[in-house]
Nanobody
Framework: EVQLVESGGGLVQPGGSLRLSCAAS????????MTWLRQAPGKGLEWVSR???????EYIDSVKDRFTISRDNAKNTVYLQMNSLNLEDTAIYIC????????????RGQGTQVTVSA
């Protein structure tokens, strides 16, 4: 059974930083791409960043130069380092198995809340 458990969310002031983690189990983590998605209040799901098993990385434009995705195959964990956070980054952040987009309905975690507020 695939399990994805996110952690690291919280309340942060604008300009602050957070590091999210997603611990994976139930599949061969190193063989799969991983994606971070987010859902802001009242908005649809959007993909934020993706990392392939070979190290290819993509970001949506709004987080480029602020967020960094990485993975540790030895720990079966994918990370999202988020710097220079702004109010528009407030959302539930969800990790998903695979190189996926916002319409993905497959294996993903429950999410971790990130709230950026002064």
């Amino acid at each position: 059974e695939v399990q994805l458990v996110e952690s690291g969310g919280g309340l942060v002031q604008p300009g602050g930083s957070l590091r999210l983690s997603c611990a994976a189990s139930g599949f061969t983590f190193s063989a799969y791409s991983m994606t971070w998605l987010r859902q802001a209040p009242g908005k649809g799901l959007e993909w934020v960043s993706r990392i392939s098993n070979g190290g290819r990385i993509e970001y949506i434009d709004s987080v480029k130069d602020r967020f960094t995705i990485s993975r540790d195959n030895a720990k079966n964990t994918v990370y999202l380092q988020m710097n220079s956070l702004n109010l528009e980054d407030t959302a539930i952040y969800i990790c998903a198995k695979g190189w996926v987009g916002p319409s993905y309905l497959g294996d993903r975690g429950q999410g971790t809340q990130v709230t950026v507020s002064a």
